[in-house]
């Protein structure tokens, strides 16, 4: 059963890259960022009713409106990572880590040069693998922040404690927690911020 949660969220982003000034439609069989929108807003209205539209997968196959579009507008990765999530919620994926963190951290790759601690750690239930960025002030009290974001498969063996920071900022979603947020764990996306 697909995760009609996930869904939304992923076609929210659908709509925010849509959304971007400069896109080039051309190759797309959209006219133009408008038709676009009005697309994925029916589909959200269909998600929010608890259906998927059969035409809601066609936005996600190769060479499908949302692939040639991101391909001609220079966002070709997030458009794999925004399939790759697309996928995921839609056979309904429902480990506990997707919806939680995973305690335990993992490989170790190393401290960068922000003193921040990395690790690569997999989920035993779905496979999925985990990137985890933690930092902290030892000498401030509540300054332990923690990042820990579904990795792609191939970019496992890619990581390094150096680019580690920058992969979250390429992620969909990531989860943030730890003494510095007041124990509370969020789900966010954007450039890692510390």
Request: proline share 4%.
């Amino acid at each position: 059963m697909p995760n009609i949660a996930e869904l939304i969220d992923v076609f929210e982003k659908a709509r925010e890259l849509v959304s971007r000034q400069g896109n080039d439609f051309s190759w797309s069989s959209w006219e133009d960022r408008d038709a676009a929108l009005v697309e994925i807003n029916a589909i959200l209205t269909s998600l929010g009713a608890s259906d998927v539209p059969t035409y809601a997968k066609v936005l996600f196959l190769p060479t499908g409106p949302l692939q040639e579009l991101s391909l001609s507008s220079g966002w070709g990765d997030e458009f794999i990572s925004l399939a790759n999530w697309f996928d995921e919620a839609l056979l309904g994926v429902d480990c506990v880590c997707y919806t939680g963190p995973l305690r335990g951290f993992g490989t170790e790759i190393g401290t960068d040069s922000r003193y921040g601690d990395i690790f690569v750690t997999q989920c035993a239930g779905c496979g999925r693998y985990w990137l985890r960025y933690q930092y902290e002030f030892e000498f401030f009290s509540r300054s332990g922040r923690w990042f820990l974001g579904p990795l792609r498969k191939d970019l496992v063996k890619s990581v390094t404690a150096e680019n580690a920071k920058e992969l979250f900022g390429e992620m969909l979603w990531y989860f943030s927690g730890g003494s510095y947020y007041d124990g509370v764990i969020r789900k966010v996306s954007g450039p890692l911020v510390i």
